[in-house]
Nanobody, 122 residues
Framework: QVQLVESGGGSVQAGGSLTLSCAAS????????IGWFRQVPGKEREVVAV???????HYADSVESRFTISRDNARNSAYLHMASLKPEDTAVYYC????????????????WGQGTQVTVSS
């Protein structure tokens, strides 16, 4: 198992930027697919962005061209840079990890962080 801890959330005005970090411990992330997900109360958790072990990326349509997922295996960390933020991006953001195969549903991931709140005001 790998333990994940998110940081970097906060409050920002629409149009602003934030970068979330996901620090891993317990195992090396180098063979893991990393996903960022988000959830608002009363709604299902949804995929935001995913990065494979080799660096292939996938984005939800709603964040394409605004968000950038990256990873630094030397630091055993992953990141989500969020730009041009909108009020509808307000959510708790989670990072998650799974071995090898790049999948996109929350149920496909078995390692989760505790989440970090992002609030975007208009």
């Amino acid at each position: 198992q790998v333990q994940l801890v998110e940081s970097g959330g906060g409050s920002v005005q629409a149009g602003g930027s934030l970068t979330l970090s996901c620090a891993a411990s317990g195992r090396s992330l180098k063979d893991y697919v990393i996903g960022w997900f988000r959830q608002v109360p009363g709604k299902e958790r949804e995929v935001v962005a995913v990065i494979s072990a080799s660096g292939t990326t996938h984005y939800a349509d709603s964040v394409e061209s605004r968000f950038t997922i990256s990873r630094d295996n030397a630091r055993n960390s992953a990141y989500l840079h969020m730009a041009s933020l909108k009020p509808e991006d307000t959510a708790v953001y989670y990072c998650a990890a799974r071995l090898v195969i790049m999948l996109f549903r929350p149920s496909d991931y078995d390692n989760w962080g505790q989440g970090t709140q992002v609030t975007v005001s208009s």
